[in-house]
């Protein structure tokens, strides 16, 4: 009989160019900094992410996040300090902001979501729009 566990493997540290060519691989937890050539996925970050294109983490992040082009967070999100995007932050599920979000164009929460400090983008934060114009924006 086995015993499985559902955690993700941990690192400290993360390198990657574009998945799959990364080390730790994607279903690793990084609890430290994540630095990426161009973009790097993980299942959770807690921790420095920093990417010159942009950042996935599937699950959680929780921390400081900087990229040139975007940030995707598929699970929960704690920003603390700063979120910065050259184009967008999307943030799919809760998220608290507890410091700095900031955006080139827009910067899109979909679900409960609070922002402690500053929220900024140039065009967009979502979804602080005014309805008629929600199905207008294809994100």
């Known amino acids: 009989m086995f ?12 390198v990657s160019i574009v998945p799959p060519v990364q080390f730790p691989p994607s279903d690793y937890s990084i609890t430290g900094a994540r630095v990426s050539a161009l973009f790097g996925q993980h299942r959770d970050v807690y921790g420095f992410d920093i990417g010159v294109l942009g950042n ?26 700063l979120q910065a995007a ?4 999307i943030n799919k599920q809760k998220t608290r902001v507890y410091g700095v979000q900031l955006a080139g164009l827009i910067n899109k929460l979909d679900a409960e979501s609070s922002v402690t ?8 934060i979502w979804p602080a729009i005014p309805p008629f114009m929600a199905s207008s924006w294809p994100l």
């Open 86 to 89: 050259g184009i967008t932050n």
């Open 117 to 124: 400090g500053l929220q900024a983008a140039r065009s967009l």
């Open 56 to 81: 996935i983490t599937e699950q959680s992040f929780v921390g400081m996040g900087v990229s040139g082009l975007f940030n995707l967070t598929r699970g929960n999100t704690k920003i603390l300090g």
């Open 3 to 14: 015993v499985t566990s559902a955690q993700a493997a941990l690192s400290p540290v993360s």
